[in-house]
């Protein structure tokens, strides 16, 4: 047969099924899961992009070209010709001054000096307050401080003893306080620069004197615009500054360990949203198919009878169901755009305002999904029909032709997880998830047909006393065991994929919420010297503060790895080449510090022995592994060690934390500064206000702006998930629906029988509801345990927090499924008492 004739043939069965209403459950199922999938995809396409653009406030741009040098005027030149936008900062350490009445210097604190040009920032903005006192309303900043002012924190206020309106000296200037910063969301987080803030105009800064020959200073390039010429000149300016000593850039993944962790948990919360999603969809478009293509055997026996040939029959179904998930693809892409920017609507305040439009991705997933969910999963039962004689196709004899027909649901179910982990943008998450869904299908079926097994030979043992009901009911189940299995996998697996969504959630935010608490530290105290340490922390534990701990700190230069020197030209990754130039802040410790979990090797403990723990991103970076030994140079003296451990540090605790700690024997004899973090409510201000006029060496560093807006974006994400979470379920709950909807028809020939057979109808409600119930809370039970299980290593190994067992998760799992099964099998027993068992026969 012509590939033409194939193609008029397949469109006549196409309208046939269609008109007998053959394809109505097998279009809806694939509608509902392309729509949810698409939906749950420009959701979060949409606002991961809001949460990357609102982030880049955390730059103050979208890419920074930062150098300890003026830059060449040629890399904003060539930003200005294409058409972005520029501005440029200077920040260094140094000293302001409080006046007297006589003009000269009464106090003096060092302070971070940032010059600013027009237009900084170039995203977000820097809130300012007009005086000191808490309860004053702080607002956005316009444009930066006026000619011959300064913009100043409250902690040098605090320090000078000065107020707005008050003048201070900055180098040979003398500069009036016009405001107060409350919020400057690009300051960063070195310690050298979080000294109290003075911020001034870029074109005042020479007249300050400060800017002389070995200055200190790091000059900051600011870039943002549209994407692509953001792109395009990013490209061209890392080209540029390849041969140029002491130029790097920032950018949105170069950013604050703290942010970038919190972001990427996000991500990963809403690629978790979409991946739920699509394991329903193929739950029940799998099904609806299997459905369909049982119900068109023995049409397509009869046509094998009549001299059809195979590739005929194989390209007839094929172009069928390839039309048909082309349009239950576009329908469904469609609908789900619909859903989504109605979601948004009624989302309101809950979601940022102006999201970036989505990307390409959403639209092309969904298709994908369409014709992978119904190409794979509906074509494989029907292929075995053209690898058989026709009078084999009529006895249902399939030979070897049925395991033809499971190497393409594998094949199907393969490409199924790869598009798993397209949509998740992770390959943990995605393999984690795709991985999860295929070991509990393979272990549901498996525990399925053993519980049944006992259970009805348990049934038969108890004889009449188990009713008959129950004991008819397990054993129809026992005799259609593969059968049985299946549908308690199937109800299964679409249980565990809801409860990870309704109960696992709840405990997965909250684990994230204290891994990134309200009251996480706020403050870091810098420069407590030798012998400051115990007074200090008598201080803190005076004022109440006794979760303060101090951690002592040691700078070094590493110098050496197993013999070779440090060089920058060693690296090529522009962060391992900043990374070698740097100097490190070593500690050590005989505890394994809080938040922090060991991935690899041991930690040492109380040993002498010098040696190594190393934080595990940073180890990636300058590519170290276990046994590697390193040498790091503190003030002329060296000290030499293996790498023990690497570990796994939580930065949204806000805690202090080393990338390199080793033994208190191996660097007590050192010079050694402490640190110590701490929260302080906006009340207890007077604590760091008593500690600095106690010691007046210490620097105190306010964290709260990036704390602040951690929590920010920790608030929006988790909202996007809770609205996320009510779509999907109901869409999940309608899927469910239709995949229980698939076993009808056996259903119905079962209770036709049993009525031919002279069964009452209370006789046949019983054994009925009996099915349903075992079948139900079985896929509940195991769907309980499933979840739990992918619940916690998700937490572990994704999300990189811990995660309790919930003791209601399997009563929730067992009623769940057993209010499915009867929801989804009532309405067969419902027809089979409306209507005559000939009838019934007579339909199915």
Not at 330 to 343: K, M, Q, R, S
Not at 440 to 449: C, D, H, S
Request: charged share 20%; with cysteine; net charge positive.
């Amino acid at each position: 047969m012509a590939f033409g004739d194939v193609c008029r043939q397949a469109w006549r069965m196409f309208l046939r099924d269609w008109r007998a209403g053959e394809l109505h459950l097998l279009l809806a199922a694939l509608l509902l899961a392309v729509g949810a999938l698409s939906s749950v995809g420009f959701l979060s396409d949409r606002m991961q992009g809001g949460l990357e653009r609102d982030a880049r406030q955390m730059l103050a741009a979208d890419i920074v070209v930062r150098s300890d040098a003026p830059l060449a005027p040629d890399f904003m030149a060539r930003a200005q010709a294409d058409g972005l936008r520029t501005a440029q900062t200077a920040a260094f350490p140094s000293m302001a001054s409080a006046l007297g009445a006589d003009g000269q210097a009464r106090a003096s604190r060092l302070s971070s000096l940032k010059a600013v040009s027009d237009g900084y920032p170039l995203r977000g903005r820097v809130r300012v307050a007009g005086s000191r006192d808490p309860s004053t309303v702080d607002a956005p900043a316009v444009g930066i401080p006026a000619q011959g002012t300064v913009w100043v924190d409250p902690a040098l206020l605090d320090a000078l003893q000065v107020k707005v309106g008050d003048s201070i000296r900055v180098g040979h200037r003398t500069l009036r306080i016009a405001q107060v910063i409350t919020r400057e969301m690009d300051r960063g987080f070195g310690f050298g620069v979080l000294a109290p803030r003075v911020m001034m105009r870029f074109d005042e800064l020479p007249s300050t004197g400060l800017v002389q020959f070995g200055s200190r200073i790091t000059y900051r390039l600011l870039v943002a615009g549209a994407d692509a010429p953001v792109a395009a000149y990013a490209a061209w300016a890392r080209a540029e500054a390849g041969a140029l000593r002491g130029v790097q850039f920032e950018s949105l993944d170069d950013g604050q360990p703290q942010v970038r962790q919190t972001l990427d948990r996000a991500a990963r919360f809403l690629s978790l949203v979409a991946l739920l999603a699509a394991v329903l969809a193929a739950v029940a478009v799998g099904i609806a198919a299997q459905r369909y293509s049982q119900r068109h055997l023995d049409a397509c026996a009869v046509m094998r009878c009549l001299g059809l040939g195979r590739k005929a029959l194989r390209g007839m179904v094929a172009v069928e169901f390839l039309g048909l998930a082309v349009v239950g693809g576009v329908l469904g892409v469609a609908l789900g755009f619909g859903a989504h920017e109605v979601l948004l609507r009624q989302l309101g305040g809950v979601v940022p305002e102006g999201l970036p439009a989505p990307t390409w991705r959403p639209a092309a997933f969904g298709l994908a999904s369409a014709l992978v969910l119904l190409l794979g999963f509906a074509l494989p039962p029907l292929l075995p029909l053209s690898e058989v004689a026709p009078l084999h196709v009529l006895r249902r004899e399939w030979g070897t032709a049925r395991r033809r027909g499971w190497l393409a649901y594998g094949a199907s179910a393969a490409a199924f997880a790869v598009l798993l982990v397209f949509a998740a943008r992770d390959l943990t998450l995605g393999a984690m998830v795709a991985g999860g869904f295929a070991a509990g299908a393979a272990v549901f079926g498996a525990l399925a047909w053993l519980a049944i097994r006992v259970l009805a030979a348990w049934a038969r043992r108890r004889g009449a006393g188990g009713g008959v009901g129950w004991r008819y009911a397990l054993a129809g189940l026992r005799r259609r065991g593969l059968g049985s299995a299946l549908q308690v996998v199937a109800l299964g697996l679409g249980l565990m994929a809801l409860l990870l969504l309704a109960i696992t959630r709840n405990d997965l935010i909250a684990g994230w919420r204290q891994s990134s608490p309200p009251d996480a530290p706020n403050r870091f105290v810098i420069d407590i010297q030798p012998g400051q340490d115990a007074p200090v922390l008598a201080s803190l534990r005076a004022a109440g503060l006794s979760d303060a701990q101090l951690a002592p700190m040691i700078r070094a230069r590493l110098t050496a790895i197993n013999g070779r020197p440090v060089t920058v030209d060693r690296y090529t990754e522009e962060r391992a080449r900043r990374l070698a130039e740097r100097e490190f802040n070593l500690s050590y410790a005989a505890r394994l510090p809080d938040g922090n979990r060991v991935t690899a090797g041991q930690w040492y403990g109380a040993t002498a022995t010098p040696q190594i723990s190393m934080e595990a991103g940073i180890a990636k970076t300058l590519g170290l592994k276990l046994g590697d030994r390193l040498r790091f140079e503190v003030a002329g003296q060296s000290v030499d060690a293996p790498i023990t451990s690497l570990r796994k540090l939580d930065w949204g605790s806000m805690r202090v934390n080393f990338f390199v700690v080793m033994p208190a024997a191996a660097l007590r004899d050192f010079p050694a500064t402490w640190i110590t973090s701490f929260h302080l409510d906006p009340a207890q201000q007077h604590v760091a206000d008593d500690l600095m006029r106690q010691f007046p060496n210490l620097t105190i560093i306010d964290t709260g702006a990036l704390l602040a807006q951690i929590q920010q974006i920790l608030s929006q994400v988790i909202s996007a998930v809770q609205a996320l979470f009510v779509f999907t379920l109901a869409a999940g709950m309608l899927v469910l629906y239709a995949a229980l909807a698939g076993t009808r028809d056996e259903r119905m020939r079962e209770s036709g029988i049993l009525r031919a057979l002279g069964a009452s109808a209370r006789q046949l409600r019983d054994v009925h509801l009996a099915e349903l119930v075992t079948v139900g809370a079985l896929a509940g039970l195991l769907a309980a345990a499933g979840a739990g299980a992918l619940g916690w290593m998700l937490a572990r190994y994704v999300f990189e927090f811990s995660l309790g067992f919930n003791a209601w998760l399997p009563v929730i799992g067992v009623s769940a499924g057993v209010l499915c099964a009867l929801i989804g099998g009532w309405s067969g027993l419902r027809a089979v008492l409306r209507q005559s068992a000939a009838r019934t026969l007579r339909e199915v």
